[in-house]
């Protein structure tokens, strides 16, 4: 069985300032991963996503990610936040031999203070 | 643009009254999911349909059933609401199995009273 603990459930940060936002997942097999935000009252958008190749990845807006196969990580890392990156954000993995069914971390609530 | 759509956006039932909520996608895409999302928590899956195939998750309860009358269309039904199943319902779809990246609607908002 898959899961994924993303160890900080809300994460306070001043704009302009670096922020990680943390996440670890267990698995017996391979896994693909993903990063989503989700802002009030909204579904779901994907931020970046780790299939294969290069371990780190990034997003349009600033956000990267890095798979850690030896630490079982997947961190999400931006160098400086705006005010409109206060959101949740979900860490999740999916098994790549079924459904695509998505395992998701507890959520990590992201507060930019100006 | 291509998307998912969730209609309707909020939702209000009685306890007790079925209520169904809908999905459509025009993204073509084979498997549709439902998740349910309880405030402050991670999205958990009810069930999926790869193309017409059905697929119930062990621990969804029988309240919740779902239909899929053709690709773009998708349902779910929850015969007899209880305050417990107050939530944000996600409906998502990806393209094939082996194509694993998930587009997730914006969510229905289902308040029980």
């Known amino acids: 069985a898959q899961s994924v603990t993303q160890l900080d459930s809300q994460v306070p940060v001043f704009e302009e300032a670096p922020v990680e936002l943390r996440c670890n997942y267990s698995?017996?097999?391979?896994?693909?991963l993903f990063w989503y935000v989700q802002y009030p009252n909204q579904g779901l958008q994907l931020l970046l996503k780790y299939l294969s190749g290069s371990t780190l990845v990034e997003s349009i807006n600033g956000f990267e990610a890095e798979f850690n196969k030896s630490q079982t990580s997947f961190h999400l890392r931006k160098p400086s936040v705006h005010i409109s990156d206060t959101a949740e954000y979900f860490c999740a993995v999916s098994d790549p031999g079924g459904y695509n069914k998505l395992i998701f971390g507890a959520g990590t609530r992201l507060a930019v203070h100006p | 643009d291509a998307m998912v759509i969730q209609n309707p956006r909020y939702q209000v039932t009685q306890f007790g009254k079925p209520v169904t909520l809908s999905c459509s996608q025009t993204?073509?895409?084979?498997?549709m999911y439902w998740y349910q999302q309880k405030s402050s928590q991670a999205p958990k899956l009810l069930f999926h349909?790869?193309?017409?195939?059905?697929?119930n998750e062990a621990d969804t309860p029988d309240n919740f059933q779902s239909r899929r009358p053709n690709t773009s269309f998708c349902f779910l039904d929850i015969r007899s609401p209880g305050l417990g199943d107050a939530a944000m319902y996600l409906c998502?779809?990806?393209?094939?199995?082996?194509?694993?990246?998930?587009?997730f609607g914006q969510g229905t908002r289902l308040t029980v009273v």
């Open positions: 998502a779809t990806s393209r094939d199995h082996g194509q694993p990246e998930a587009f």
């Open positions: 993204l073509n895409h084979n498997v």
């Open positions: 698995s017996s097999v391979s896994v693909y």
């Open positions: 349909y790869y193309d017409k195939d059905f697929n």
